[in-house]
């Protein structure tokens, strides 16, 4: 009987430990480089040889690339770095009188939000090769963390529609906090409320931004607001 008894303690204590979660660990890598451009690039790596590291850090390469411009055929990222370099220098080279202005390339990324069964990245880049201004974007990278897998928003959202209609709400509650006399139809340029196309997890709720050029002026800049989690928490499918 007592044999019995510790057989099933020892059973109910491994099992536990199994079941327990370990977060995947991040730790922020600076790629330094020494360049004539103004290039930089802070990024959060899981860390670990194993391979749902390696697929989170492959996804995080991915979009970065996917969010820069002039990056057809090219997978690398410290390629990018050094083609973008180089491209400087030729320019330089080519038109001398048209070079007082320093390229900028800067990539950064934060992990926002993470639980056994999600990860939130946020990934911050701006481009400036001349001209009036750069062209910056924030991208959501979301991951089931458990498979390394990329969420599309079927995955992570029940009832689209009935929570289009939530964010819409907020939309609006965050129109009146940013300006008095901003208006809907400044925004999506006379149509209808439109959800952005970067959705991503914060401690404080769900996060929608739009992008520069995405809805309003580029005067504007970014347009975000959250969803606190316990109002948006029906139509989550992992939180």
Known sequence: ?????FILVLFCFLN?????????????????NTYEAQISANLDRATGNDELSKKINTHIDETIVASLSDTINKSNLETILKDFNQEYLDFKND?????????????????????????????????????????????????????????SRDQMIN???????????????????????ARMEDFFFGKPFQLPENI????????????????????????????????????LKLN
Request: aromatic content about 14%; some cysteine; hydrophobic content about 35%.
């Open 1 to 5: 009987m007592k044999r019995i008894t």
């Open 16 to 32: 536990s430990c199994k079941s327990e979660y370990e977060a995947i660990a991040f730790a922020t890598v600076a790629i330094e």
């Open 95 to 151: 038109f001398p009188e048209a070079s007082e202005a320093i390229w900028e390339l800067h990539i950064e990324t934060e992990k926002t939000y993470q639980t056994e069964t999600i990860i939130s990245i946020a990934i911050s880049t701006y481009e400036f090769q001349g001209g009036a201004h750069g062209n910056d974007r924030i991208s959501f990278l979301n991951l089931n963390a458990e498979t390394g897998d990329i969420l």
């Open 159 to 181: 009832n689209l529609e009935d929570f289009k209609t939530l964010a819409k709400i907020h939309f609006e509650k965050s129109l009146k906090n940013r300006e008095e006399s």
């Open 200 to 235: 991503g997890y914060s401690d404080d709720g769900l996060v929608l931004l739009y992008n520069v050029y995405e809805i309003a002026s580029y005067d504007q800049g970014y347009t975000e607001f959250v969803i606190p989690f316990e109002e948006v928490e029906p139509y």
